[in-house]
């Protein structure tokens, strides 16, 4: 649905959209225990208190970079719940949002599209566009927040934790 996701950032989005269907639909913080016999499965951290946040990542591996993604959808469901919101809508707001994302997106893309399918960040703290905007800005993706590639691969990125005034 999405154009474009390979590539330094998008591919790194691509390969933590993948994480997220599985940790969404499975209720499990980590991808492949079985097949990688490791409780973290085949990512370096399992997702619940995932530690790095978006200026630790560097564009070297569209697997590592890709994490983060996963993390932020994690954070997201246990919004979600915590709302008594189901994860079903945090798939609907991710699948939908999808129609709102540019080719070859940045992280701060993804937020934005999320975030425009769940009604906007201007429905208050407890509305799904701000919970959202919340779970990605706890990750550096917040309101200022940029990334690039450079040339090579490497990533620029000036990481943010704000948020929206309507989300405060």
Not at 43 to 70: K, W
Not at 133 to 157: I, L, N, P
Request: hydrophobic residues 30%.
């Amino acid at each position: 649905m999405i154009g474009s996701m390979s590539g330094c950032m998008s591919g790194a989005i691509g390969e933590g959209a993948s994480d997220a269907v599985s940790i969404l639909l499975n209720g499990d913080d980590a991808v492949g225990e079985y097949s990688y016999n490791s409780s973290n499965g085949i990512r370096r951290y399992r997702y619940t208190n995932y530690p790095l946040r978006y200026n630790n990542l560097t564009g070297t591996s569209v697997h590592n970079n890709g994490e983060l993604f996963g993390a932020i959808l994690w954070r997201a469901r246990e919004k979600y719940l915590a709302a008594g919101l189901s994860v079903d809508q945090l798939l609907s707001d991710f699948v939908g949002g999808m129609k709102y994302i540019p080719a070859a997106p940045r992280y701060e893309q993804m937020r934005d599209g999320m975030v425009q399918q769940a009604g906007g960040a201007t429905g208050g703290p407890t509305s799904r566009g701000c919970m959202l905007y919340k779970s990605f800005a706890e990750y550096g993706v917040g309101q200022g927040a940029s990334g690039r590639c450079t040339s090579g691969g490497r990533w620029t990125v000036t990481a943010s934790t704000t948020v929206p005034t309507a989300c405060r």
